[in-house]
């Protein structure tokens, strides 16, 4: 495998140890501190393994159908704090999510890394609404995404705990 591409799935495995750097020593409780107008640190975690789940599924189906349209016409139906709201972020379990987020990234890199290097280079479409122009995600492009998905929350994570002394 290309050089460039196993730093990228070491750095991709790397995530949900990172997540859990951000909140080592939390109390249950602290993960509902959030500032105000914003998140919680719970609902941030929701955000993140919620959303590295549904683009994982985009990834498989690029790995099957380069080229393909992503089935993502649906999500902007609602803004993401409303889907914030009706996937219960405020309320589900840190534990349960941290265990599928470790299992669904070994998963993604379990696979990438027994694949030929020119998958990184398959790409999916969709076309955002109100935008005139398609949007294409290769698998690279997906892969870096969650990296700084991920590197903005943990510091918006870092900030509430900075701002409530945790």
């Excluded at 996937?87 to 470790?102: F, G, H, N, P, T």
Aim: hydrophobic fraction near 40%; aromatic fraction near 10%.
């Amino acid at each position: 495998m290309n050089q460039e591409y196993e730093e990228l799935l070491d750095q991709y495995l790397e995530l949900p140890a990172r997540l859990d750097e951000a909140t080592n020593g939390l109390a249950k409780e602290d993960f509902d501190l959030r500032l105000e107008g914003e998140w919680s640190i719970r609902e941030y975690i929701c955000h993140l393994i919620d959303g590295e789940q549904l683009w994982q599924i985009n990834l498989r189906v690029i790995l099957g159908l380069n080229g393909a349209a992503f089935p993502m016409t649906w999500y902007p139906q609602h803004s993401q704090m409303e889907w914030s709201a009706l996937w219960a972020y405020s309320k589900r379990s840190i534990e349960a999510l941290l265990d599928q987020y470790r299992a669904n990234t070994q998963s993604l890199v379990d696979i990438l890394e027994n694949l030929p290097d020119e998958v990184w280079e398959y790409f999916g479409r969709i076309t955002w609404p109100g935008a005139e122009k398609e949007s294409r995600y290769s698998v690279r492009d997906i892969v870096e995404m969650h990296i700084s998905h991920l590197d903005g929350h943990a510091q918006d994570i870092r900030a509430i705990r900075a701002k409530h002394g945790r």
